[in-house]
T-cell receptor, first 115, second 112 residues
Framework: AQTVTQSQPEMSVQEAETVTLSCTYD???????LFWYKQPPSRQMILVIR??????QNATENRFSVNFQKAAKSFSLKISDSQLGDTAMYFC????????????FGTGTRLQVFP | EAQVTQNPRYLITVTGKKLTVTCSQN?????MSWYRQDPGLGLRQIYY???????DKGDVPEGYKVSRKEKRNFPLILESPSPNQTSLYFC???????????FGSGTQLSVL
């Protein structure tokens, strides 16, 4: 069975600084997808970034980028130029390649951006 | 606007009183699923549906029922709610093979 581990329950960063959230996963699969979701106080689940395991190039979306290390089963999220609106819970998630789109989530990291 | 709509957003009920949380999507997605979110546990899948009349259990199905009579709707039914079902519930949908999940806004359920 696949598992996702987020070892940082809480983190904080000053506005305009850079922060990295950690995520490791365990799987015997070779084809899979990894995601970071943001959950602000509104509770909405917002997709931040997605990585396909067969792609070696790290995904980027504006200020958000990942460091995907397939051999180490590590998938960290880097937020550059942090903004107050980045304050949220961040979830790392795994999805096996196949017919069912089942997401397996980590326990989340609560990020606080302060002025 | 493409969206997944859940209702209600908040629900307080008592033990044993049957309830239904509705979920509807307007994107013609084949795949729909329900998750519950609990502090320290992240989100866990309850049930999923690959298409109309095709449903299957996720990781935590006990105490829940679902149905998929129409492609757009996937209600979550709690026949006899108990306090351990107090949680934040999310409905999600996706078109198959794209691996892009759309989430509803969540339903906060409290069972007293």
């Amino acid at each position: 069975a696949q598992t996702v581990t987020q070892s940082q329950p809480e983190m904080s960063v000053q506005e305009a600084e850079t922060v990295t959230l950690s995520c490791t996963y365990d799987t015997s699969e070779n084809n899979y997808y990894l995601f970071w979701y943001k959950q602000p106080p509104s509770r909405q689940m917002i997709l931040v970034i997605r990585q396909e395991a067969y792609k070696q190039q790290n995904a980027t979306e504006n200020r958000f980028s990942v460091n995907f290390q397939k051999a180490a089963k590590s998938f960290s999220l880097k937020i550059s130029d942090s903004q107050l609106g980045d304050t949220a819970m961040y979830f790392c998630a795994f999805m096996k390649h196949g017919d069912t789109d089942k997401l397996i989530f980590g326990t989340g990291t609560r990020l606080q951006v302060f002025p | 606007e493409a969206q997944v709509t859940q209702n209600p957003r908040y629900l307080i009920t008592v033990t044993g009183k049957k309830l239904t949380v509705t979920c509807s999507q307007n994107m013609n997605h084949e795949y729909m699923s329900w998750y519950r979110q609990d502090p320290g546990l992240g989100l866990r899948q309850i049930y999923y549906s690959m298409n109309v009349e095709v449903t299957d259990k996720g990781d935590v199905p006990e105490g829940y029922k679902v149905s998929r009579k129409e492609k757009r709707n996937f209600p979550l039914i709690l026949e006899s709610p108990s306090p351990n079902q107090t949680s934040l519930y999310f409905c999600a949908s996706s078109p198959t093979r794209t691996k892009t999940m759309f989430f509803g806004s969540g339903t906060q359920l409290s069972v007293l």
